[in-house]
């Protein structure tokens, strides 16, 4: 009897002690309180708390500029007289929020303007952009607005108008309608037609990279406001991609053309001068181009728009231009004459991966008067500047020579024969990321270095190039803003000095800048850690991994100051160690760093990202190695993917954000660039296989949640259907979250998923339990 009962009571001591053992194991369970502190580091919750950050200045002339400034009583729009360095109002910010919210018909806070650009008309009214819409208002008329350039003058909006590029005197602008070329007269809105043979799907200045496409003209207008630089755009033989809406009745078909990978027939562009005056259209003299660029995978890259490859002669009698080949290796600097469309090819340059021209900004000029072209290069493994012979077509020097990139030059003044640039890698010691500010003469010399605090510096010159704002700061040191002599750098006078003692009241903590070494154990690599604000060194942490692989940027971002960094702060709130590391393969160091994965896009830089964790695993034992997750977007989706699958041992947990998982379904320009042109081999196989996700899908063995928004026009969400149908077949478990009707970005639906991406680490990678359907609290505006 006795043992019987000794023996129950080990049996209960058992169970109990197995029980407590489970719980151990089930982990913390989260409660609403603990995910509101996570989302106190969101940057809808941060960005409020920084006071006087200002790092971009726009220039209304020679002597002044205008920015928005900061505090806790909102915001405050203002302009600084450069002479004397006094600040007032840029308007009545009160009776401006008024006027705009009668031509809105939605109220308007006076201390929150949603305006993200200003500019002053001819005739003295002010253009303001909200967003993608402008409006034109009169501040002499106690402050009355319109909807659209050139819109009615009886003071009723017109929401009608065809988006439109200004012209520099400002007096019109063009844009497009039923695939022609129009213009618009701004004072009166009178418009003319300039083309007449614009036809569907060859139409003229129309913005179609497959990817992007947008109502928005892409052209280039001459100095004197009198000449238009465009195409007419063929992809009559491209291909189409089709969306269908999520709707209640019959689903709404979205087509437009996209052309893929291989594809025989890919988007061409003819070129064209068109003659405002006489509404007299020139055909270039050439065969038709590619729809390529010498920076990015559209003709179009920057974020205002503009056709980046094509510059003017100051008196409008030429034309520079720069054609491309399909494959990005092959570049030919030519000049036409705009009378007649003759065409001369000056010099090229043939690379053995891809040709850029610079970093985020297309960096050759034109120098009609003295004969002459910059020409950007990295035959030297680093981005430098050359100078050309337009007559002879040769190199006369280099223009700038060693270690460090040319990144974007932003002012040439031919007279001087002086430029400026901001480089990155140059000075001895510095961060390689950290954009700085220098002059140099183009007959040769040592460049002058004009920003030497050791930051990531945001310049913005004046137009005479007599003066710059300088904004430099550091993931964690916040922005110190100054206005500078352009010829030596010496301060003029302070613009303003970030404060974030608010900020940092509410419990924000920097994050950790650090340095692990490649996969070769040699080449360093740069990046952030964000750690809980309660860190506790005893306990071990799981970490996540945030990754975008490039290889057109890097997954860190930009290197100035941020009080957010996507979602980093809170998800590591939850008791994560998160990191985002720069792996090789990634811009902005040297060419061969930038060049580690050409031709082999399926390395997407995981085995620079393993062994970055591995160091920083045995670098600090707080870091829990056995449990490893990643997550990314777009192409981070496709690298997480990738991870689960090539190396399903280290990486346990994976949230993979509509990824372009096979290329071979995503637009022509992107992958031909970086994995180069398709070729398949007699028995089928091609040298896009590797790169494919849904061929390794069968090796999954962790959890990973696949999330797609079923309308992208960005990446087609077949391509995640595509791993989808795999990993079924395969018979593995997996998550998978459509997004109805959400495009590449996923909108108003972002909140949700970012909760659901914060419950699927906590409760997979952590093992703790999320609350129950926790509602982000996003502001309204």
Not at 741 to 753: D, Q
């Amino acid at each position: 009897m006795y043992v019987v009962i000794g023996k129950s009571r080990l049996f209960g001591a058992m169970m109990l002690g197995l029980l407590s053992t489970a719980a151990a194991a089930q982990g913390r369970t989260l409660g609403t309180e603990d995910y509101a502190r996570a989302e106190r580091f969101a940057m809808y919750n941060t960005a409020p708390l920084v006071d006087h950050a200002v790092q971009k200045v726009s220039w209304l002339d020679d002597g002044h500029f205008w920015y928005r400034d900061h505090d806790s009583n909102g915001d405050h729009f203002v302009q600084m007289d450069a002479a004397s360095g006094k600040v007032t109002p840029l308007f009545d910010q009160v009776k401006l929020a008024a006027a705009l919210g009668k031509v809105t018909g939605k109220p308007v806070d006076a201390k929150k303007l949603p305006i993200t650009d200003y500019s002053v008309m001819p005739d003295g009214r002010i253009n303001v952009a909200i967003r993608e819409a402008h409006y034109l208002c009169n501040l002499q008329a106690a402050v009355t607005c319109v909807a659209g350039s050139g819109a009615k003058t009886d003071g009723k909006a017109d929401h009608g108008h065809e988006p439109g590029v200004l012209s520099p005197d400002k007096k019109s602008e063009a844009f497009i309608r039923n695939w022609n070329l129009w213009l618009r007269d701004v004072a009166t809105g009178k418009e003319t037609q300039l083309t007449t043979d614009g036809v569907e799907n060859f139409g003229y200045a129309t913005d179609n990279a497959g990817w992007k496409h947008t109502d928005s003209a892409i052209l280039e207008w001459s100095p004197d406001s009198k000449q238009i630089a465009t195409f007419q755009q063929d992809q009559r033989k491209t291909g189409d991609m089709y969306m269908i809406s999520t709707n209640v009745g019959h689903p709404k078909l979205e087509a437009w053309k996209y052309p893929l990978v291989g594809d025989k027939d890919v988007t061409m562009i003819e070129r064209v001068i068109i003659d405002v005056p006489n509404h007299q259209v020139v055909r270039l003299k050439m065969p038709a181009d590619q729809h390529r660029s010498t920076l990015c995978d559209d003709v179009s890259c920057g974020p205002d728009g503009g056709w980046d490859d094509v510059k003017w002669a100051p008196d409008g009698k030429t034309l520079a231009f720069v054609s491309t080949s399909r494959d990005h290796k092959h570049e030919w600097f030519r000049i036409a004459d705009a009378a007649s469309g003759a065409v001369r090819t000056v010099f090229e340059e043939s690379v053995k991966t891809y040709y850029e021209s610079g970093n985020d900004q297309v960096n050759w000029f034109y120098l009609p008067e003295s004969h002459e072209a910059i020409w950007f290069s990295e035959r030297t493994n680093w981005g430098q500047l050359y100078l050309y012979d337009l007559d002879s077509g040769k190199l006369k020097r280099a223009i700038t020579t060693g270690e460090g990139n040319v990144t974007q030059v932003l002012k040439v003044d031919p007279k001087t024969r002086t430029l400026w640039f901001r480089g990155v890698g140059r000075e001895p010691g510095v961060n390689p990321y950290y954009q700085q500010f220098y002059k140099v003469g183009l007959d040769g010399g040592k460049p002058t270095l004009l920003t030497p605090e050791p930051a990531d510096h945001t310049v913005a010159l004046s137009p005479d190039g007599r003066l710059f704002v300088d904004a430099y700061s550091t993931p964690t040191e916040p922005p110190v803003t100054v206005l500078r002599h352009a010829q030596d750098g010496q301060t003029v006078a302070q613009v303003a000095k970030a404060d974030i003692s608010r900020l940092v009241a509410s419990g924000w903590i920097a994050p950790t800048p650090f340095t692990v070494k490649a996969r070769d154990g040699k080449t360093e690599l740069y990046g952030l850690m964000f750690k809980p604000t309660n860190f506790d060194a005893s306990k071990k942490y799981p970490i996540v991994d945030y990754v975008y692989p490039g290889p057109q940027t890097g997954s860190v971002g930009s290197r100035s100051f941020m009080p957010s960094r996507v979602d980093h702060q809170g998800l590591a709130e939850l008791g994560f160690i998160v990191v985002a590391i720069d792996g090789m393969g990634t811009p902005w160091r040297s060419k061969a760093f930038h060049d580690a994965y050409f031709g082999n896009i399926g390395d997407n830089t995981l085995p620079d990202q393993i062994a970055g964790l591995k160091e920083l695993g045995k670098r600090y034992s707080w870091i829990d190695l056995d449990r490893v997750g990643m997550w990314g977007h777009s192409g981070g989706g496709n690298t997480t993917a990738d991870a689960m699958f090539r190396y399903p041992d280290f990486f346990k947990v994976g949230w993979a954000e509509s990824g372009n998982h096979d290329n071979r379904n995503y637009e022509d320009d992107w992958a031909e660039k970086w994995q180069g042109l398709l070729v398949t081999n007699k028995d089928g196989s091609s040298n896009y296989d590797d790169q494919a996700n849904q061929r390794m899908a069968k090796n999954l063995k962790g959890h990973l949640m696949l999330t797609h928004g079923t309308m992208d026009d960005n990446v087609p969400t077949s391509s995640t259907l595509l791993v989808v149908d795999a990993l079924i077949k395969a018979n593995k478990d997996f998550d998978l979250l459509l997004i109805p009707n959400a495009h590449h970005g996923y909108g108003k639906a972002s909140p949700y998923v970012t909760r659901r991406r914060w419950d699927y680490f906590v409760r997979n990678l952590a093992g703790d339990t999320p609350p129950q359907e926790y509602a982000m609290k996003v502001p309204k505006d």
